[in-house]
């Protein structure tokens, strides 16, 4: 198991929290290691120990955003999560709810939208990956599936939180999952299609 340095784990969530703060009031373009040194409350020499710029700082930010919907994605088996109406839904409100206006920020802002195309990739990437591993369809197959589920579950994310919809939390649930659903059964069927 890798060892993680706690000074290390502690300056990170320094600089994540600074970034989210940052993020509500500052064009990406503008925002500076120096500012977000400043806000984070660490030393500009402490930054570039772990990260070259911003741009990489931001990338560690998504990888960790990633990485996180993905463990929520797959906390249960995947045939049984699937199988499972609206379980992967409440999984992934739950963790947006968290930070609500940083996540409604990079999934609608022009500005920051790009980081959450690359949260996207990143998921997609490795549940198409878990897709493969756990039914008995191509790795094409797999790839359209994962893709399928998680642009349709953000864009639709999108869409309510712009206000867009007239919906509450149950019914936006409900359309998310017959959506889903519908377009996953015609590529997987998650109580018969075991792999052998």
Same mark, same amino acid.
């Given at each position: 198991?890798?060892?993680?340095?706690?000074?290390?784990?502690?300056?990170?969530?320094?600089?994540?929290?600074?970034?989210?703060?940052?993020? +509500?009031?500052? +064009? %990406?373009?503008?925002?500076?290691?120096?500012?977000?040194?400043?806000?984070?409350?660490?030393?500009?020499? *402490?930054? %570039?120990?772990? %990260?070259?710029?911003?741009?990489?700082?931001?990338?560690?930010?998504?990888?960790?955003?990633?990485?996180?919907?993905?463990?929520?994605?797959?906390?249960?088996?995947?045939?049984?999560?699937?199988?499972?109406?609206?379980?992967?839904?409440?999984?992934?409100?739950?963790?947006?709810?968290?930070?609500?206006?940083?996540?409604?920020?990079?999934?609608?802002?022009?500005?920051?939208?790009?980081?959450?195309?690359?949260?996207?990739?990143?998921?997609?990437?490795?549940?198409?990956?878990?897709?493969?591993? *756990?039914?008995?369809?191509?790795?094409?197959?797999?790839?359209?599936?994962?893709?399928?589920?998680?642009?349709n579950t953000l864009m639709?994310?999108?869409?309510?939180?712009?206000?867009?919809?007239?919906?509450?939390?149950?019914?936006?649930?409900?359309?998310?999952?017959?959506?889903?659903?519908?377009?996953?059964?015609?590529?997987?069927?998650?109580?018969?299609?075991?792999?052998?």
């Amino acid at each position: 198991m890798k060892k993680v340095d706690l000074r290390v784990q502690k300056t990170n969530q320094a600089l994540q929290q600074a970034f989210r703060e940052l993020a +509500s009031t500052t +064009s %990406y373009r503008n925002i500076t290691v120096k500012e977000l040194t400043e806000k984070a409350q660490i030393n500009r020499k *402490t930054f %570039y120990l772990h %990260y070259d710029s911003i741009e990489d700082f931001s990338d560690t930010v998504v990888d960790e955003i990633a990485e996180k919907l993905l463990q929520l994605m797959v906390e249960k088996p995947l045939r049984q999560g699937l199988a499972e109406p609206g379980y992967i839904f409440d999984k992934i409100l739950d963790f947006f709810q968290e930070s609500r206006e940083f996540y409604t920020l990079m999934m609608t802002s022009d500005d920051y939208s790009f980081l959450s195309r690359k949260v996207e990739t990143k998921v997609a990437k490795g549940f198409s990956q878990a897709i493969f591993e *756990t039914f008995d369809i191509s790795k094409l197959d797999a790839f359209v599936c994962a893709n399928f589920l998680i642009r349709n579950t953000l864009m639709l994310f999108r869409i309510y939180n712009e206000n867009r919809m007239t919906l509450d939390r149950n019914e936006f649930r409900d359309r998310l999952i017959r959506l889903d659903s519908s377009g996953l059964s015609s590529f997987i069927d998650v109580k018969r299609n075991i792999r052998q």
